[in-house]
């Protein structure tokens, strides 16, 4: 629900916003949006934002939606004050108190969330201060521990009370032991405070750590001796590389995948949305639609939680995707999932581009039916296509620079496909020099290529690429030779290119292979065996 803590619209009221200002003064967490408004004599805006941002009405409202729970976060300076030097306001209690009166008049269950800890959990904006050079030794476990004790002493009676959440996505630098030691004195604290296991479950966050390595060494450490705990996963599909480069289909595919995981823990999705990666944006099936496919499949793997689920949020400015109230009206999060088609791995039977067989895959169906291909997905000489690198982003060309810099199909991405002996200089207003040019470009442009064959790829200006050492940029269409040539790979050996198809292009001046790397948006061509870096899903022009 996000109660008690500050929403966008204050802080572009101040200046800001929660996850990243306009400028060096803007306020980014709430930390600096304290700052800001200590400074501006701005506390009211602070209460006022408390006292209206979520009421008795959205209580009600997120009853009428079916459903049964509210995950209510706050930083610790709510419980017990803010520490020496934080600008924070508190405590605050009796916002809690007012929340919980309402979750117990319409039949909700409400889990307690210390969303940020004395010292923070991390040094990211969600624990409510953003810091440079934090170190997991600035966290303060003891006072951590002592909010807790507060928290259950006060509320171990009420029954709307189901959960307590000891803390919010710690950071991954926090040793593995140090926070299950954390997490087992956490729960002691709770039980001694009177919060008793048949009534309220403790919430141990797993955040970006392997969720068999948490539970393995909890139980490791606790031999059993704790009753109702479960582990918080978030499992967000939108922060990331390796996110963004994921289709629709991909992303339905980790959903799917999922669920078998949480049927082997105690687990509760502690928060999720319905935020895509920038390439399932990119398909055809329209924004809401993907949402409503999206969010059907979340629903139904997140099911198998022991513990249940909860979106992110009720009510954001940030968009549709993190709104309940907006998804839910659009339909979004009321949608059906249909039988998804089933796929799986086989062996490939042969080699790879690297000589090295390797466990592959047909095409997913799914991406088919979510994404389908152009009429004719063989491409072809002279086709139009998009290359996709690994991190979503497309290539594109600009003057004579080929970098790799928006999830974006549009002219600076187009490449044409072409064919080595094609005069391309005389052939760009479709006239070709020679009768005999003429026949060659027919018969080229009749077929489909295939993996091995070579090409030269036009760019939207009229300039091919072209390898120089180990830099990938264009050339002349007139430069001819092993420079502007490459050799194309495909993934499956033998096949021929289609939508879709992952390939590699090999140079035939230098033998390397084109590759975007992860630290930048160059495009260069470094080495010999094709990889991850290397691989470009090729995309057929509609």
């Known amino acids: ?40 004599g701005a506390l009211a805006d602070l209460e006022a934002h408390r006292a209206g941002h979520i009421t008795r009405r959205d209580f009600a409202d997120i009853a009428a939606c079916g459903l049964n729970a509210v995950r209510l976060p706050f930083g610790y300076w709510v419980v017990l ?25 319409f039949g909700l269950q409400v889990l307690l969330d210390l969303h940020g800890a004395p010292g923070g959990e991390s040094g990211d904006p969600p624990c409510g201060h953003q810091q440079r050079g934090w170190h997991w030794s600035d966290w303060n476990f003891s006072r951590s521990l002592e909010a807790l004790r507060v928290l259950a002493k006060r509320y171990k009676d009420r029954k709307v009370v189901t959960g307590i959440e000891v803390c919010n996505e710690p950071s ?18 709770v039980r001694d405070a009177g919060m008793t296991a048949d009534r309220v479950a403790v919430v141990l966050p797993a955040f970006q750590r392997p969720l068999e390595r948490v539970a393995e060494l909890w139980n490791a450490v606790t031999q059993g001796c704790h009753d109702n705990v479960c582990f918080d996963l978030h499992p967000y599909h939108c922060f990331g590389d390796n996110w963004n480069a994921l289709t629709l289909a991909q992303h339905l595919r980790k959903v799917e995948r999922r669920a078998a995981a949480l049927r082997r823990f105690p687990v509760v999705i502690g928060e999720w949305s319905l935020a895509l990666g920038g390439v399932a944006k990119l398909g055809p099936l329209g924004d809401q639609s993907a949402r409503g496919l999206f969010g059907a499949a979340q629903r139904a793997a997140y099911k198998q939680a022991s513990h249940g689920w909860f979106f992110w949020t009720w009510k954001d400015a940030a968009g549709v995707e ?7 009206a659009e339909g979004s999060l009321r949608a059906s999932l249909p039988r998804l088609p089933s796929w799986g791995p086989r062996d490939c039977g042969g080699g790879s581009p690297g000589g090295a067989c390797q466990v592959e895959e047909e095409e997913d169906p799914l991406e088919e039916l979510v994404s389908p291909s152009p ?14 690198t690994f991190r979503g982003k497309y290539l594109d060309v600009e003057d004579s620079s080929v970098r790799a810099r928006w999830i974006d199909k549009g002219q600076w991405q187009r490449v044409i496909v072409c064919h080595p002996e094609v005069d391309l200089e005389s052939n760009q207003g479709g006239v070709h020099s020679s009768a005999a040019d003429l026949a060659k470009a027919d018969a080229a442009s009749s077929r489909i290529i295939r993996d091995g064959e070579v090409v030269r790829l036009m760019a939207h200006t009229g300039r091919v690429l072209a390898v120089d050492g180990t830099r990938v940029s264009t050339a002349s269409s007139e430069e001819n030779g092993a420079l502007t040539e490459f050799v194309v790979r495909v993934r499956r050996a033998g096949a021929g290119l289609r939508h879709r198809s992952v390939v590699y292009l090999q140079s035939r001046a230098t033998d390397r292979f084109v590759d975007v790397s992860s630290d930048d948006d160059n ?3 470094r080495w010999t065996d094709p990889g991850e870096w290397q691989g470009f899903a090729l995309e057929k022009e509609e």
């Open 1 to 40: 629900v996000g109660a008690l803590g500050p929403e966008a619209a204050l802080f572009a009221l101040h200046g800001g916003a929660p996850h990243g200002g306009r400028s060096r003064r803007a306020p980014q967490c709430e930390w600096s949006l304290m700052q800001v408004l200590r400074e501006r």
């Open 81 to 105: 004050g803010p520490e020496a030097g934080a600008p924070y306001a508190g405590p605050a209690l009796h916002y809690i108190d007012q929340a919980l009166d309402w979750a117990e008049e």
């Open 172 to 189: 991954p630098s926090v040793p593995l032991p140090k926070l299950i030691d954390f997490y087992d004195r956490a729960v002691r604290v």
């Open 322 to 328: 993190w709104d309940w109230r907006q998804s839910f």
């Open 375 to 388: 009429p004719e997905p063989e491409v072809r000489y002279g086709d139009a296509v998009f290359l996709r």
């Open 523 to 525: 495009v260069r061509a």
